[in-house]
């Protein structure tokens, strides 16, 4: 993702797209950042009743990271968005807006938006505050600084935005069908408008906390709860409606998009999704072997290892959906 | 209906024609866990039209089990 802060190229953008109804967005660069804690499945297997190869079958998981001492949501939040800042060669003036998502931040205030902005001295006319949106957080994130962005209310004309979790604090380490499948880390991008950048997201909800539920200042349980047959159900149903909708918005089929990364909660619903769809080889991306289901983290995770593989080149169209607790959902199609 | 009900199993659990038969055990025989019984009734719902519901699977030792509840609720 070249920083192209002036001149922006006319890109292989599609000639018809559907209603402008903000410009397009631009990516200058990502960033993301993982605790020191590597978790193996045979180190869960020490924890609780479970295997590597029990794990790994059902779920395509071969590790996580843990948060250790000192470590949480806000440290990895501040790394990843450090990285991408120095690697758009930004400075904290240029930031005019600073999101972050999460369902794990350190406290219920500050948020981690703002010990963002304080550690990284972001300016006071830049505004900071998480979003909560569970799996589906950054996408989300993601939606309101595009929306936020065209609004021209911003002092400045860059967004900061996160995604960060630190589920292993919530993580019922007795419950063998949860704690085996999540993961903390962060994610984090900075983003424009941008005519050459063509975008386009769709975001939903469906008010229901019984498939998934997740303790707070009103729960006496602070673990995670998950029905995962209902999850995959719900999952292996919006990944195909989300897409179906974000090609048809853009005018595209599945063959035009260079790479789809989905939430990465489990590969067998990757796995679902892309033979449904009937994706080529390979055009799902895949990481969850190696950092397991890091929420909000995922999507942001995943489009810095796209970056920094150089596997996409400029003008590549990235097709991202987002599933989650709520229930969320949500997609966006980025040209980077 | 149990070649309907076979095909969908070959398909989904990516098993040889020969293992399926009405008195394969789906855990055992077929080597099915959760995520691949749910895979198989979401099959089963977009090849019949509907499928056995969700919270009834754990009944479901057999393929003749769904090939009978199917059956019996068509």
Redesign the interface.
């Known amino acids: 993702m070249p920083e192209q802060r002036t001149a922006p190229q006319a890109g292989p953008g599609p000639a018809a797209p559907g209603p402008a109804r903000a410009g397009g967005l631009e990516i200058a660069a990502t960033g993301r950042a993982v605790p020191g804690r590597v978790i193996t499945n045979d180190d869960m297997a020490r924890v609780v009743d479970t295997s590597d190869e029990w794990i790994a079958?059902?779920t395509g998981i071969r590790q996580r990271y843990f948060c250790a001492e000192g470590q949480s949501a806000f440290t990895l939040a501040r790394d990843a968005a450090a990285q991408a800042l120095a690697r758009a060669g930004l400075s904290p003036a240029d930031i005019g807006l600073c999101l972050c998502a999460s369902f794990t931040a350190d406290n219920a205030t500050p948020s981690l938006a703002c010990q963002v902005h304080g550690a990284l001295g972001l300016g006071e006319e830049c505004p900071a505050f998480d979003v909560n949106a569970a799996c589906t957080g950054f996408l989300t994130a993601l939606g309101t600084a595009r929306c936020m962005l065209a609004a021209s209310a911003l002092a400045a004309p860059w967004a900061l935005v996160i995604g960060a979790e630190c589920i292993s604090r919530v993580l019922d380490m007795a419950d063998r069908s949860t704690c085996v499948l999540f993961g903390d880390g962060a994610g984090a991008a900075v983003v424009r408008l941008s005519a050459a950048h063509p975008y386009w997201s769709c975001l939903g909800a469906r008010g229901d906390g019984a498939l998934l539920h997740a303790g707070g200042t009103a729960s006496a349980d602070r673990f995670l709860h998950m029905q995962?047959?209902?999850v995959?159900?719900f999952a292996?149903d919006i990944i195909p409606r989300t897409v179906a909708r974000l090609l048809a918005e853009a005018g595209l089929t599945l063959a035009d998009i260079d790479c789809v990364v989905c939430h990465q909660a489990?590969g067998?619903i990757i796995d679902?999704a892309a033979k449904k769809l009937g994706a080529r080889p390979g055009q799902f991306y895949k990481n969850m072997d190696r950092y397991a289901n890091t929420s909000a983290a995922s999507i942001p995770i995943a489009l810095d290892e796209l970056a920094r593989g150089g596997r996409l080149a400029p003008g590549a169209r990235v097709l991202c959906v987002g599933f989650g607790a709520g229930l969320t959902w949500g997609g966006a199609l980025l040209t980077l | 209906m149990f070649e309907k009900v076979k095909a969908v199993i070959v398909d989904t659990l990516s098993c040889e024609e020969g293992q399926v038969t009405m008195e394969a055990k789906l855990v055992e025989d077929l080597d099915a866990?959760?995520?691949d019984?749910?895979?198989l009734n979401?099959a089963l719902e977009d090849e019949l039209g509907f499928a056995v519901p969700?919270a009834e699977?754990p009944n479901m030792k057999t393929v003749g089990d769904i090939v009978r509840y199917l059956e019996n609720h068509a």
Request: glycine share 4%; hydrophobic share 40%; net charge neutral.
């Open positions: 079958s059902r995962g047959q209902a995959f159900r292996a489990n067998r679902h | 866990d959760s995520l019984a749910v895979e979401m969700d699977l």
